[in-house]
């Protein structure tokens, strides 16, 4: 397979800037594949495409520069200076093939919609493209309210064409990009593609697409520790997690409206797993001191045999941004070869990745990754 | 199934007494089966014999009485000090069923494993049992030297018969536990039916057992990250590991030769399960103060994409008998299954319990969990 | 010095329960003094009375017995069953001395005010007392507002006589104690004696307190590790606290308006040692699970020479009631002591029990340990 | 005053190079004082020479630059890998004035010590420099064993003079340094100083020493957090402490004789705060993977009010060299001064920067501030 591009929902942010100079970094061959799941061989089993052709573009609400961006990630220590500057050349060319995002407001959705789908089809065209890859890393929003226009593909229609604005802003763009004939990765824990009207859209357009919220620390570890309590019926009985953070997404949540999205993806695959409600906090905490590394203590009280109390706690210290980044390229190669394939709407297979997986239940790292390698074998033979 | 007893090696030790303790506290409905794994449904599914009509007895070589360690341990917080109160009479009526352990240099090795059959033998004719499972949760020993004497069965008969003593303690008691055809649990790490003259032996009586080590801490929450890491694609550069830990276990682990062995066992899993050497300590130390109560704290240090480094660290408090005495039930139960259905040597699929499987090298706990869920459903089937 | 009374509000509550078993086990011998700090050389000093003579009594509005509170607390860890046990009978004597506490609404202020001082005399008279102690171990209240009638005593007076009720329910306590001439500690971070009309009251009665909220775990630490890294001159960046608790005091914490004046009152200190304002989160959870168990964890992040980052972190596993109940007999016996010495008003000496010192600027432990042995040196040579 | 000089023995060495390097940026206003104690008020009082005239040489055995070094440090997170680069012309500069350190073996210790002593007057001379002071920054020796001929001065000459070698290396620079008059810090816990040999000569050529090895993480916790729980009046059960460190002194101290200095001088304070004997293990392990970043945990289980059993653990993850070079800037200042002044001998209220105080008891942290303070403050004054 060749010429996938890769399109980002906030091409400017700290993900989406670690991902590009990740990319051309490999592509430079200044960089290895640590921290990318494709490079593992039960899943580049499936055939994936090689990041070597990959072009990037994108849509950005915010001033600045790629390159700017890139300064400022390294400085921060998510990757070695040396990278922003070895690289500023390509950072600066794929700052040219990023668009003005969306803002709220600013014309009709359906313009917008249509105004999205023109660049995301030019950005194809232009770069001669088998297909586009649209990937959310925008500022996470409120979940969507309960409203009528959004509830079947025929109802939003009508509500765009007469002029109103039902969508929210992640989710116009998985409107565009479907219509588009685009895969899509909801890698934030923003309403995106999860609305019904979406949902009939992504099928009728036989598009693929995985999401939502990418599980790259406080949440992976939980989906690895909640099993082992299981697996060995102790019985949990509270979780307390508090996560730390800086950076431009401890700015977003900073906001409670914004946080509400993401704490209801992080508490969502506990109880799954062990089947039960949990008592404990979850909170999420703007640190501005702590930039884009991001601190979470969890405290599991348990209880064992003749009811004894025990408990385990554990801190984890990661840079948000660097682990996302790979996961951002895993998914891609999944999507490009998904679609290659012909599959269409929330791909189960790739629960793997989220905290929140559409169209899945299954929340444990290990139950997950095992269907992750059966599809992957799956693709290799050519058929899902 | 009916008639099952549970042989401890180390009767009154703090694994035992728990176990016991928990056993008649179940079958008098003071307690349910938290932390019991054979409660599972996939593991239940192997029809397995109800704890209802187990008898207990043992060899041990501590003065005192199972009443008096009941009454030491409740008063540490292993179990509520009401449990060892209200079965008292139980305790002391398992008491009469401890006979003295064996001591290195009182008499050839060969009349006291010929002693000790006598005893397992009397023990199963004198309760009407239909099995007798032996579990060794003595103290740790040291690792087995290289003795040519140990290396085939002919050979380790001959120096019996020439009164020799090339068996390590443990192994004289599985030895002589083969010989009456019972099932055994090699709890510890210490070298136990793991010799290869003992090998041969379990299989030429048809005798299954389990072992070694059980995995019931910090060792358990390693083979959970650890499969993280390596399904994420994140480089472990190191792992550190301090077990602080009192009690009587604590105690034999003070000596390094004795440490030699569970040291041994802990790293083990680890390295297998990443593929690759792990730099970092692994300590065990002895602090009296902690009693029966273990805290061991982990850090590791990994890298993700392009070469950032993060770091993760957890804090284990457990009560290690606690964890413990559960698993010696589920295994007993297990085992007396597994005796029933003519299986014979180790029995792989039981490696879900330890931390150096017998037979396996599958250190992941979900895959081990998935060995023994299939190896259940068989068993419950009627057929391995 | 002899005759000294306790007389607790909240007196059923888990920290007057724990005050009063331990007393009376210190007195039948069956516990030693750890964790009282006026056992210690510097501040016995002080010539302060023994606990040999004193009486307990209080006011309380929950339903139950101290015994049965103490069953509860011993379940739960707090001391040893056995002590609920043999003090039962000690129990229920001092239980007969706890009268109904004030509810709001019930009566007039001035009413419930002239009751409550009456009650205060009895037990002094009844009792043979010198002097009566009334410690505040109630549940926290909400800050005071602003109110006119709180502002001076002569208003106050108006304001009771019109019938009206600007009294919090702590200061109507502390305003009846003051005019029964019973010194005072504010155990609490309620209002109790901090509202400018009480402290001219207290002044014009000639009766000394302390206060307010008594400093027993997290802050603790927080009041010597802040003054480390200010006497190193390394910049701390953030401090972000977790406090997770359960037990009454963490339900009543559970209502933010409650909570507000715990987080004012712990945030306090850290910024008056470091010398400027602090980043960072200060959470206080209710995780019933926990108990009278407290888990806190700190995450402090600084900056050292050259503009390094580097971090430190503590997890606190206490007993909020163990540590806090011999801190109360402390404050009793140094109270009693200022007392008989003339002391009047807030004494800004016993700050060092204290995370919001009344009448002191002073948070650094060492610093108050420095005043407080300076008080007892004086007080032991009886001229403060 | 004017013309101090730094000599350090260990001159390339991770300390030495980060100081020399925080010292010219410093000078060249490209870093602040964050780090530095005598910048605070209380020690700035004493009247300390500036650091804008200061010139550093040293010995080194080791191959390699000052520049490489300064690279290598800052690739590791110790400093802005820019302030390498600009200041690499400084840093080259001073690389010449490093002279080849003493290497065991080659030659007498006499002529050894002649050496050195007259480059230690040559570079005082070259330079115009009032005073020299010698900071021992090289790798950590073995604790010294017990020779007749380091106990009297007049042995230890007559030992040099008959050709024998009876000095520990760090020894043989410190009896260079005492007979050149130059003051001197000893920032390792080798002997250095501390043989009756040389406390005499020190004191009977009138030069003022400090010492024994930095007090800057771990350790430094220890001295806030032991006496809080002996102003609680709380019982310390036991202390384990676990040291994870890589680079020059994590691969020295990797050597058990080397770690045993390292070792008494750790365990050395916590007793004396404690006034008893503490239970738990003291670990120190090379972990080359960290670099120059050390992460300690430290567990505490201490003991309150009637017995009951609390905990608090912390984790410590500092950047060594960076917490040290600014300590070695303090030490230099103050040393010069009290060389100004007259003092002579180890100074007991420098006592403040080290884990083995010379010349004193006090190990808490906040009364040897006191001490600290009250030397500058008569400093001030000009007369000690
Ligand atoms: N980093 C991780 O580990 C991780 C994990 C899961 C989810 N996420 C999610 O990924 C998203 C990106 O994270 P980040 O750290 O890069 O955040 P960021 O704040 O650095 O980047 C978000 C970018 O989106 C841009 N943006 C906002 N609204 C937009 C719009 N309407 N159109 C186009 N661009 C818009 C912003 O200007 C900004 O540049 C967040 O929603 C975050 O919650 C991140
Ligand atoms: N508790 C856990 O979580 C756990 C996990 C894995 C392995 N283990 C192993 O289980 C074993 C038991 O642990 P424990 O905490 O009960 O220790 P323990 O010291 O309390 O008990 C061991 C008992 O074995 C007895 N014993 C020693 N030598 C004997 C002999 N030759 N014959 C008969 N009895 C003998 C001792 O007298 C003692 O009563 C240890 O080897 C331990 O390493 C325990
Ligand atoms: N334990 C500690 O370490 C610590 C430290 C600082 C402050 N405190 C404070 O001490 C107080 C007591 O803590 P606790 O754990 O014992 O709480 P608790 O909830 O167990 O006890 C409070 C008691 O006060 C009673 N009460 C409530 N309103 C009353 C009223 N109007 N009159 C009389 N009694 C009344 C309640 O019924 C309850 O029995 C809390 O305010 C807490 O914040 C405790
Ligand atoms: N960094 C801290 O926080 C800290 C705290 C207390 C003590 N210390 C001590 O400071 C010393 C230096 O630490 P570091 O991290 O810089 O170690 P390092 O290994 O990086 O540097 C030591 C240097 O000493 C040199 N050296 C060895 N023997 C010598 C000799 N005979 N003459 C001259 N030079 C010699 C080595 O070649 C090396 O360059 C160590 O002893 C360490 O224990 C450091
Ligand atoms: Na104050
Ligand atoms: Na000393």
Redesign the interface.
């Known amino acids: 397979m060749s010429g996938v591009g890769i399109w980002f929902v906030g091409a400017r942010g700290s993900v989406a800037t670690?991902t590009t100079?990740?990319l051309l970094?490999i592509r430079s061959r200044l960089?290895g594949?640590?921290?990318?799941?494709s490079?593992?061989p039960e899943v580049a089993a499936a055939g994936l495409p090689s990041l070597d052709g990959v072009v990037v573009g994108g849509h950005e609400v915010a001033e600045g520069t790629l390159g700017k961006r890139a300064e400022e990630l390294s400085a921060g220590?998510?990757?070695?200076?040396a990278?922003a500057t070895v690289l500023a050349g390509d950072l600066a060319a794929a700052d040219e093939r990023i668009r003005p995002g969306v803002v709220a407001g600013h014309g009709t959705q359906r313009s917008a919609a249509d105004r999205v789908g023109a660049e995301l089809r030019a950005f194809r065209d232009e770069n001669g493209l088998d297909r586009v890859v649209v990937v959310d890393v925008s500022s996470t929003e409120p979940p969507a309210g309960d409203v009528p226009a959004l509830e079947t593909l025929a109802a939003l229609e009508g509500a765009l064409d007469a002029g109103e604005a039902p969508l929210p802003g992640s989710s116009l763009y998985a409107y565009a990009a479907f219509r588009a004939g685009c895969p899509y990765v909801a890698f934030t824990p923003s309403p995106g593609p999860r609305l019904p009207a979406l949902l009939e859209l992504a099928l009728e357009r036989g598009v693929p697409w995985a999401g939502s919220d990418a599980k790259t620390g406080e949440t992976?570890?939980k989906t690895?520790?909640g099993?082992?309590f299981a697996?060995?019926?102790?019985?949990v009985?509270?979780w307390?997690s508090?996560n730390?953070l800086g950076g431009g997404d401890g700015q977003t949540l900073a906001d409670p409206d914004n946080a509400a999205s993401k704490i209801a993806t992080k508490a969502n695959g506990l109880e799954s797993i062990l089947g039960h409600p949990v008592?404990?906090?979850l909170?999420i905490?703007y640190?501005?001191?702590?930039g884009d590394w991001k601190?979470a203590?969890d405290?599991v009280?348990f209880?064992?045999?003749?009811?004894?109390r025990?408990?385990?706690?554990?801190?984890?210290?990661?840079?948000d941004s660097?682990?996302a980044?790979?996961l951002v390229l895993d998914l891609v190669r999944l999507l490009a070869r998904a679609h290659e394939l012909g599959a269409a709407g929330p791909v189960p297979e790739f629960g793997?990745f989220f905290k929140d997986p559409a169209a899945s239940d299954v929340h444990?790292?290990?139950?997950q990754?095992a269907a992750l390698a059966g599809w992957c074998a799956r693709a290799g033979r050519g058929a899902l």
């Open positions: 670690t100079v990740g970094a960089a594949h640590t921290g990318m799941v490079e593992l220590g998510v990757f070695p200076p990278l992976l570890v690895v520790l099993p082992m697996m060995r019926a102790l019985k009985r509270s307390s508090v730390l008592d404990g906090p909170h905490d640190v501005p001191d702590l601190t203590w405290l009280s209880e064992g045999f003749l009811g004894t025990m408990s385990m706690q554990f801190t984890w210290s990661g840079c660097s682990l980044a790979p793997f444990a790292l290990s139950a990754w």
